[in-house]
């Protein structure tokens, strides 16, 4: 009898272990934020008088699909790299609980459930959701070895949950859903410098070369370029107000938050110190949330 529930028991933990390495292989909270994403863009582009809960549970379905399928694919792909860097050296592959046949099987069943439910959204959906996958996995993910210009990449990816968002509600392109976009696409670099200036001397060790400074302590050009980046943010605002997606007092809070974002990015410049990646960061969290209830009050009133 004790060796029976000794069995259940180990049988039981594995389970729970198998569980929390695929949470860890499709980076659970990263692709649940991501999904977030989608759902507010897709409740803001649609109609009022439309129903939401089948397409909002279609997007939830889908988007979690393709956007675990993605980061599973890449941590397949980066699995000697992720091995050199603390911070990922416990993931399921460099630390050898999961083979690298094991998890791209499960981003291949994924991916193509996760196409199959967008493009029961629309054709748009589901093109866009390939798109996002495949230059998520192979083109962002090999050019992070070769120059910093895989940010700019792999901000593409990074911003088209919103755009799929749109086009499942509205059926096609338009000037809200590619606003959202600009809006998600200029976040992501003053978010993701912070990242890299907190874990330069990881990424430098594990051989990637997405930071702009290449030495042994990040340089001022990493908060330069946050900097920079975020700047356009403030045109976006004005376009989304010149083309009425906005009002005065929406683009009011939108140029206040977003100068807040830009005085911290100046901050990461002028500083380049931990603590002023950290505030950045911190408020990096914050920003897309708060941005995106803005456009869902405008709707609603």
Request: with cysteine.
């Amino acid at each position: 009898m004790n060796l029976q529930s000794e069995a259940l028991k180990r049988e039981k933990k594995q389970w729970v272990l198998a569980i929390i390495d695929f949470t860890q292989l499709v980076k659970l909270r990263l692709t649940l934020t991501v999904v977030f994403s989608a759902l507010m863009a897709y409740w803001i582009a649609l109609p009022i008088e439309r129903s939401l809960t089948y397409k909002l549970f279609s997007i939830f379905i889908g988007g979690f699909l393709i956007t675990g399928a993605a980061n599973a694919l890449n941590q397949a792909l980066e699995k000697g790299y992720d091995a050199r860097m603390s911070r990922t050296a416990n993931r399921p592959l460099p630390s050898g609980r999961m083979e690298e046949s094991t998890a791209v099987l499960i981003a291949g069943v994924m991916s193509v459930f996760g196409l199959i439910i967008l493009a029961n959204l629309s054709l748009w959906s589901a093109l866009l959701g390939a798109i996002s996958l495949l230059l998520y996995a192979f083109v962002y993910t090999p050019l992070k070895r070769v120059s910093s210009i895989a940010v700019f990449v792999g901000a593409i990816p990074g911003a088209l949950p919103v755009l799929i968002g749109t086009v499942s509600a509205q059926g096609e392109l338009t000037i809200l859903g590619l606003c959202l976009f600009a809006i998600q696409f200029f976040w992501q670099f003053p978010h993701f410098w912070a990242i890299s200036w907190l874990g330069h001397q990881d990424y430098i060790k594990a051989g990637f070369k997405i930071t702009p400074s290449l030495g042994d302590v990040p340089t001022k050009t990493t908060g330069f370029q946050a900097f920079i980046y975020s700047l356009f943010l403030i045109p976006i605002y004005f376009l989304s107000w010149y083309f009425n997606i906005s009002d005065n007092f929406s683009l009011f809070l939108f140029l206040i938050f977003s100068l807040i974002y830009i005085i911290l990015s100046f901050r990461l410049y002028s500083s380049n110190n931990k603590k002023a990646a950290l505030t950045l960061l911190f408020f990096s969290f914050f920003y897309i949330p708060i941005v995106l209830g803005v456009f869902l009050m405008d709707k609603l009133n």
